[in-house]
């Protein structure tokens, strides 16, 4: 397929600017990054988040679960593009997952320090049934759906530790 991009041919930072799918789905570029693409990805992720929490905590919800639906199709296409299922370059399912950690919290260091580790744990170990929607789930709902769930799950545990008061 002529203008496949693939593994071995990463897209360059001017790739990302030729097309506005690539350039969301490598997260502004921080998916570029060669080492740990996904936590930096989470890290370009918290301004983002800082102007979302500006919102009524309705509209953030809303414009949460739209970036989460779009992201299907923006992951998907993508990775076909990349010709990967899931480029590990890919960073926009781990801005989603991360803004569903920290959509019930209340915004303080303690919280973001917290939803960034706790987001990224559940991303990177992929306990049950994290790890079972990613094997087993394809295409861009695939790549989409184990951030999701695990934002869902940090935001759990976080919310946990606040009811027992050692948050």
Known sequence: MEGLITLANNPS???LLRSPTLLLAFGF???LSPKAPGTVGTIAAIPLWYLLVQLPPQAYTQVVAIFAIVGIYIC???ADKLGVHDHGGIV???FVGFWITMALLPVSYVTLLLGFILF???DIFKPWPISWLDRNI???LGIMIDDVVAGLAAAGVIILLQSVHLV
Request: glycine letters at 34%.
């Open 13 to 15: 930072f001017s790739q």
């Open 29 to 31: 570029g921080s998916g």
């Open 76 to 78: 998907g296409s993508a």
């Open 92 to 94: 926009w399912d781990e």
């Open 120 to 122: 990224r744990l559940f």
């Open 138 to 140: 394809g295409g861009g």
